[in-house]
Structures are given as C-alpha cells and as structure tokens.
C-alpha cells in the first residue's frame, strides 16, 4: 500500500540543537499533519499544514508544506528533554472519509 | 484532549480466542477510525467509519471486524486471534469540519497473542 517515506529513522542529540526530520511520497496529498507519540500514549497532533507551500510555526516547531505537494518537513528549534518521543507525519488526500496515511516515524532522544 | 478512551488498555490472549476492543468518545464526531501499530510501521488504518452503521476497509483489514451502532462507540473484533495481531491498536476521532482532516488518537490498547 502507499508509504511515506520519513527520515531520519531515529536521531540523538545534544539538548540546545536543533532537528530536522522530513517525510516524501511518490503520491500528492491535500494535507499533512505531524504528531508526536510520548512512550505509552497515544499520537497528539503537532502542527496540520493545508497549502502547498504553507510554512506554520508552533512555539519552537516549524513545519512546510512543500511546494510540489509530495514532501514535508518538520524542524525543532533548540531541544530541550522533553522533545523526546516518535514523530509521525501523516497525508491526506483530497476526499471526504479523513484516511490518512502516516509515515514510519522519526524516534528522537536527546541527551541533556 | 480530545475525549477519546479505549478499553481493555492491556490484554493477552491465546491463539485461536476471540478479541474484541472498544473505542468510546464523547465528542459527538462522526469520523472513527481504528490503526494498528508495529515497529517500522507507522501507523496502519485497519477500519473505519463514517456513520453509525457505516463501516469501510483500511489497509490492513484482513482478520478483523467492526461495528457501530452508536456515534460514540466503534469495536475492533479479532474472530479468532493469532499471533501476528500482536500490536497496539489506537482509536482516532475526526468531524472533518471545514478543511481539516485532522484525527485525535486515544491512549492505545496493547494487544498480546501467545
């Protein structure tokens, strides 16, 4: 079936850099969003970007849209402990039954 | 938080047993949606709903069922479990209101097959 290709796979850094993480796809999606899953929990939505092109910031998290519709990409400004965690991006296509299509996701641990 | 729980949280079962696991939400949203998720993965939509009553296939339906007789309920059925439905499986709300396809995931049921 159809993938998202996420990558880094899983990153480690040191508390204070900064992240960048993307997702691509062979298809073209109306909408992407990025989660965040916390060990035991369930996703919780980051950021929901709905135009190509679209650059939206959440506090230190900044994802794009791109322009060509079949990537994204989500940046972390200046880590901090608790950013740890699995990051998803997800797609969307046009249509009225909300399926999404989520990517592998990116395992981040930062090193205080 | 969207309020969203899902029973059992934790369940091991045999080979062969039926499961079933339950999803409830309070926010009177339309959309439902049930995923299993496994190392590597992601996330893989098994079913979902678009009504009561309104059910269609994921990517991954083979094996399982489902139901939905109330807005606010929707069950995931293993008829007869095996050990390759070892995961954890969340539950997803969304009303596609306006533009958004934006889904809120419950907390998770880890499901264990022996």
């Known amino acids: 079936g159809q993938q998202l290709n996420q990558s880094p796979q899983s990153m480690f850094i040191q508390e204070g850099e900064d992240v960048s993480m993307n997702c691509t796809s062979s298809?073209?999606?109306?909408?992407w969003l990025w989660y965040k899953q916390d060990p035991g929990e369930g996703p919780v939505l980051l950021i929901a970007?709905?135009?190509?092109?679209e650059l939206t910031s959440n506090g230190r998290l900044t994802a794009q849209f791109g322009i060509t519709r079949k990537d994204s990409f989500l940046n972390i400004s200046a880590s901090i402990p608790s950013d740890v965690g699995i990051y998803f991006c997800a797609g969307a296509y046009s249509g009225n039954t909300g399926k999404l299509i989520f990517g592998q996701g990116t395992t981040l641990q930062v090193k205080p | 938080d969207a309020g969203i729980t899902q029973s059992p949280r934790h369940k091991v079962t045999e080979t062969g047993t039926p499961v079933t696991l339950r999803c409830h939400q309070t926010e009177n949203h339309r959309y439902m949606y049930w995923y299993r998720q496994d190392p590597g993965h992601g996330l893989r939509l098994i079913h979902y709903?678009?009504?009561?009553?309104?059910?269609d296939k994921g990517e991954v339906s083979d094996g399982y069922s489902v139901s939905r007789s109330k807005t606010e309920d929707f069950l995931l059925t293993l008829e007869s479990a095996t050990s390759s439905q070892t995961s954890v499986y969340f539950c997803?709300?969304?009303?596609?209101?306006?533009?958004?396809?934006?889904?809120?995931f419950g907390p998770g049921t880890r499901l264990t097959v022996l």
């Open positions: 970007l709905y135009k190509a092109g």
């Open positions: 298809s073209i999606f109306n909408t």
């Open positions: 997803a709300i969304s009303d596609l209101a306006g533009t958004t396809d934006t889904q809120y």
């Open positions: 709903s678009y009504g009561v009553k309104d059910t």
